[in-house]
């Protein structure tokens, strides 16, 4: 039986397309729109959970990720 676990995606705009990343396992990938960088990473993603050998999971995976805003003085 297949468990579900929550993972963080986080998607940015670089040059002609977005960069998708997955900060609890180390993991990124691409495309051309926020969505297919989404699925793109979440294909990632799950290959590397069906691939990886569970010591290998546990030395990437982070539980402790914080994403936060800082507002900033400049200029």
Known sequence: MS???DFTAIIEREADGFVALCPEL????????????RRNLLEAVELFLE???ASEIQRRLS?????TRLEVAFG
């Open 63 to 67: 539980n402790e990720v914080y994403i």
């Open 51 to 53: 691939t990886a050998d």
């Open 26 to 37: 180390d993991i990124a990938s691409q495309g051309d729109n926020v969505e297919e960088a």
């Open 3 to 5: 468990q579900l676990k």
